[in-house]
Nanobody, 117 residues
Framework: QVQLVESGGGLVQAGGSLRLSCAASRSIFSIKAMGWYRQVPGNQRELVAAISSGGNTNYADSVKGRFTISRDSPKNTVHLQMNNLKPEDTAVYYC???????????WGQGTQVTVSS
């Protein structure tokens, strides 16, 4: 199992930046992949960005060139740097962890990101 604690959400104007952080309760190298998803009311949760234990990254087309996922291994933390934010980025952002046992994903509690126009 793994516990995930997110931080860093908030309110920002369009064009601004925020950095989200997700602290894991175990070494991130023992986790197959970690990622960030987002969800707005009435919509399905969608993948924003992910990073594998090997360091490979994957981004949604809508955030490529604006968002960067990275990890701080000694702190077992994954960050999502979000630049040039747009109102359509407004959502609750969830940290996700997939373990090697092919079991269910683990989720953080979610953090609200609101981008005003």
């Amino acid at each position: 199992q793994v516990q995930l604690v997110e931080s860093g959400g908030g309110l920002v104007q369009a064009g601004g930046s925020l950095r989200l952080s997700c602290a894991a309760s175990r070494s991130i190298f023992s986790i197959k992949a970690m990622g960030w998803y987002r969800q707005v009311p009435g919509n399905q949760r969608e993948l924003v960005a992910a990073i594998s234990s090997g360091g490979n990254t994957n981004y949604a087309d809508s955030v490529k060139g604006r968002f960067t996922i990275s990890r701080d291994s000694p702190k077992n933390t994954v960050h999502l740097q979000m630049n040039n934010l747009k109102p359509e980025d407004t959502a609750v952002y969830y940290c996700d962890a997939e373990l090697w046992d092919h079991g269910p994903h683990y989720w953080g509690q979610g953090t609200q990101v609101t981008v005003s126009s």
